[in-house]
C-alpha cells in the first residue's frame, strides 16, 4: 500500500493552507477557478473588420502587438530576430519590411472576424496563486485572459477532496 511521505504531508499542508486563506470572491467551499479567454474566429463580410496575423500557428489581431512582442521573445530568447521585431510599434510598421515578414514567415488576412469569450476548459485550478503562476507561463498563448471563479456544490468529488485537502491545514481559523 502506498504511503503518504513527508514532502506529500508538506505538499498538503501548504495547498490546505492556501486554499483556506485565499479570497474566494465571495462564493463558498469547494470552490475552483478556471480562465476566461476571447477567441477570434472568421464572420461573414461585413460584421467585423480586423486584420488577422498568423505567426507560428497562433493567431494575433492588428491590436494585439505588445502580445505578439511578448510571444517573440519567448519563442526566440536571445536571439537577433526579438531585436528586428522590437524596433517596430505595430505590424503595419513589421509588414513594410519584406525581409523580416518572411525570416518570420508572417502571414496576414484582411477579414471579417469577431471576438468571443469563452472559458477554457483545459485548465482548473484550487488555488489563485496556481492559476496566476499559469498565467504566467502561458499567457502568450491566451487571448486576454482573466480568472473566473467556480462554485463546485454540485461535484461530490471535489466538495470531498478539498474537504479532505483542508484536514491538513495548519492555519487557524478566522473568527
Known amino acids: 500500500m502506498n504511503r503518504l511521505t513527508q514532502e506529500d504531508v508538506k ?49 494575433f489581431l492588428d491590436d494585439e502587438w505588445d502580445r505578439f512582442v511578448k510571444y517573440v521573445e519567448e519563442e526566440f530568447d536571445g536571439e537577433d530576430i526579438v531585436e528586428k521585431v522590437k524596433k517596430y510599434n505595430d505590424f503595419n510598421e513589421l509588414a513594410s519590411d519584406d525581409e523580416l515578414v518572411d525570416e518570420l514567415d508572417l502571414k496576414w488576412f484582411d477579414c471579417d472576424v469577431e471576438k468571443e469569450v469563452f472559458l477554457n476548459r483545459f485548465n482548473f485550478f484550487l488555488t489563485e496563486k496556481a492559476a496566476q503562476e499559469y498565467l504566467k507561463k502561458d499567457v502568450h498563448n491566451l487571448r486576454n485572459p482573466s480568472l473566473y471563479g467556480v462554485h463546485l456544490y454540485k461535484n461530490e468529488e471535489m466538495k470531498r477532496l478539498i474537504e479532505i485537502i483542508l484536514k491538513f491545514k495548519t492555519v487557524k481559523d478566522e473568527e
Open 11 to 59: 505538499f498538503l499542508e501548504e495547498l490546505a493552507n492556501e486554499i483556506a486563506t485565499q479570497d474566494t470572491r465571495g462564493t463558498a467551499q469547494p470552490y475552483g477557478l478556471t480562465v476566461l479567454q476571447e477567441n477570434v474566429r472568421v464572420v461573414p463580410e461585413g460584421f467585423g473588420d480586423r486584420v488577422l496575423y498568423i505567426f507560428d500557428d497562433v493567431e
